[in-house]
């Protein structure tokens, strides 16, 4: 278990394609439970430990996940979830080059729960949820386009439903479209950062996920990263200005 930050009131995990965040039919440990028996070995707590679940991700997605240690935090994220309060970025990667480099996409998703899927509207009908997102081509392989997604709704699977009605379903999810699964079973969507106030401190946190241990992940990671430590800083930036 990859623990990226953790204080008396929250702790926030890299979560792994093959983890789930809470306890499901599949009968597998869930992710809630692992920060639980850590926490409860770490600080030798007699009895039951807290842990509060304030979001989910779908089993097959990896990222950032933060959990509250407190019910005062647990709480007050839980409303920051709900109002969007906090910016949540996520990475995909894409087969297919998406129809602009940049772009709002709004949609009306609909959600099956007899399939455990998502179908996307361009206009509302019955039962229909307004959903919307920004992504944004940031890197490419000779294969593959890598998208940073900005989430504005919260939707089931709105990143993997929204990008495969664009015409680029998210390599690995063949639920959506793509043409073969990946090797670790997941799909290559991952929470890569997080930023909002502390519920308590109220401190801003600022978090970026890793990605996966994975050649094409690391590839694009190593891109993104070399590019921003070329871009010039803003007094850089002033200075050539001047």
């Known amino acids: 278990m990859e623990i990226l930050y953790e204080d008396n009131h929250i702790i926030v995990v890299n979560k792994t ?3 789930i965040v809470q306890g499901d039919k599949s009968g597998d440990m869930p992710l809630s439970e692992m920060v639980q028996a850590y926490l409860k070995e770490k600080y030798a707590k007699p009895g039951n430990v807290f842990i509060g ?4 991700l779908d089993r097959p997605v990896s990222g950032v996940v933060v959990f509250a240690k407190t019910s005062k935090a647990l709480s007050r994220l839980n409303e920051m979830f709900r ?10 990667i894409v ?3 998406p129809p602009q480099d940049e772009e709002l996409l709004t949609n009306y998703l609909v959600r099956n729960e007899r399939m455990n899927k998502t179908f996307v509207y361009d206009k509302q009908v019955k039962d229909s949820k307004l959903s919307k997102l920004s992504y944004k081509v940031i890197a490419q392989s000779e294969k593959y386009y890598l998208l940073e997604i900005d ?9 993997r439903a929204q990008l495969a009605h664009m015409g680029c379903p998210i390599r690995g999810d063949i639920k959506y479209g793509f043409d073969r699964t990946n ?4 799909i290559s969507l991952h929470a890569r950062h997080i930023r909002f106030i502390h519920p308590v401190s109220h401190k801003e946190i600022d978090i970026v996920a890793p990605t996966p241990d994975d050649t094409l992940w690391k590839t694009f990671e190593q891109i993104v990263d070399a590019r ?3 871009a010039p800083t803003h007094s850089e930036e002033e200075k050539h200005e001047a």
Do not use: F, P
Request: hydrophobic share 20%; aromatic share 6%; proline share 0%.
């Open 17 to 19: 394609c093959s983890e």
């Open 53 to 56: 679940v304030t979001h989910r």
């Open 83 to 92: 109002t969007h309060n906090l910016t949540k970025r996520y990475w995909a």
């Open 95 to 97: 087969k297919n080059r």
């Open 151 to 159: 989430l504005m709704t919260g939707r089931h699977h709105q990143i």
């Open 183 to 186: 090797k670790d079973g997941g």
């Open 228 to 230: 921003e430590e070329d």
